[in-house]
């Protein structure tokens, strides 16, 4: 018998319907993928569930009894619970206040008994955390953990779980799979919301994928290949091998001599980090979340002072120049890593975001004014050229689904030939469509001469992307590879510590 069902499920924004007539079926004990590309639909249908958004038509049922979802406070009385890609945590509070937060009307909050209680049931799903550490001093994994132990403290017995491996490393997504299926083999209902088809195949009985806002199949893993299940997500054969012809590599662009970048509590986070990027090359980063990657990435692009060694862009002393001048003088692009938060003004019109690097000059600016024909002209053209799908360039970036903003960053960032493009994490969170979308524009800035530093967490794709790859650990480029000879052994061997045996870091 299914646990939850959804029959004829059907919302729509204005004229634009985000689900169309929506069946789903979600046994008890069973993790069931929910596939498509962004923007199918499948937040949407979520929200539906957690009581954010109402249906316009349709009924959703809970061990077949039909049931009205009209708030999130209602959803989790139904025991329905969410963990989000993006954490619902307040950093500054300890895992125990972030889990009883909104739970207890009580006078007197004892919060000793509250942190034993949560100890004791972390053990039991074998999800330990100290419950008096600070959320804003856990590791993404460890947050990951508190977010599910909130949702399970709130009884929920149905767990949706959006894009929960974006953000972790291997063995934090094995330690992740094994607590869910201990929580499916005691009955709780799991919907996993995920673009890495891998892990569907590997953690998941069911899958149903959505497109458009419709769904257009429900099969199960064993009757399935990745190739089949992209097909059906994105209506079209995807290729996962990417078609990458030998680099054309020119004049050294970027040269970093030795240097050292502090974090935000001045410790050394990037240290004695050397290398040399050429024009017609990609220079992948590879190694665990946090080994200084981010403080990287900020210091080529100006956004962190380096602390001790030296920055050359086109032959030129760029150590000390603000972000400005290395945006003005070379065009200098940055994909960051949370398109949200840092690329983009999510309560600005696409128009907006796409002249954020240069709205203080001609043909965008004139005596101080805005000049709103050239900016809506831009964005035209940038939405025909990127294929960013909106119905017109005035509304915010926030409507817009995860491919379609990180295709607002590339339209700005790629805008006006750069001589170096610095990715960060550039496809995390987007369907295979997106992905093989964003990795073919940065493959043709290669292609154009651009010099590109392609920095993620996810190994395969490093290896696929780059020409060389540096692996960084706590701080330091332990070796230099040449792509088409280095193996994914090899490459994790250094990931974790492992010791290099040639130390060519040029």
Known sequence: MAYLRLENITKRFGNFVANNEINLQVDAGSIHALLGENGAGKTTLMNILCGFYRPDSGQIYLQEQPVEITSPSVAISHKIGMIHQHFMLIPKLTVTENIILGTTLEWRLNLAKKAAEIANMSQAY??????????????????QRVEILKALYRQARVLILDEPTAVLTPKEIEALFKVLRQLAASSYTIIFISHKLEEVMQLCS???VLRRGKVVATTTTQASSRQDLAKL?????????????????GEAVLEVRAIQVLDERQLPAVQDVSFVLHSGEILGVAGVDGNGQRELADAVTGLRQVSRGQIKLAREDITSWKVHKRVKRFRVGYI????????????????????????????????????????????????????????????????????????????????????LI?????????????????????LAERERGAAILYISTELEEVMAMSDRIAVMYEGEFVDILDAATATVEQVGYLMTGGKSSTNVLT
């Open 336 to 419: 960051p890593e949370d398109r949200q938060k840092m690329g983009l003004v999510m309560s600005f019109s696409i128009a907006r975001n796409l002249i954020l690097k240069f709205f203080k000059y001609l043909p965008f600016c004139r005596n101080w004014f805005l000049q709103n024909s050239a900016i809506y002209s831009n964005a035209d053209v940038a939405m025909q050229k990127f294929d960013i799908r909106a119905e017109k360039s005035s509304i915010p970036v926030s409507q817009l689904s995860g491919g379609n903003q990180q295709k607002v960053v590339l339209a700005r960032e790629l805008s006006g030939e750069p001589l």
């Open 206 to 208: 069911t899958v149903t």
């Open 233 to 249: 997500m994105v209506g079209r054969d995807v290729l996962f091998k990417l078609d990458k012809p030998a680099p054309i590599v």
């Open 422 to 442: 610095v990715a960060m994490q550039p496809t995390r969170g987007l369907d295979v469509g997106a992905t093989q979308y964003v990795q073919q524009s940065l």
């Open 126 to 143: 074998n999800l330990e955390i100290d419950p008096l550490a600070r959320v804003e001093n856990l590791p993404i994994g460890a947050q």
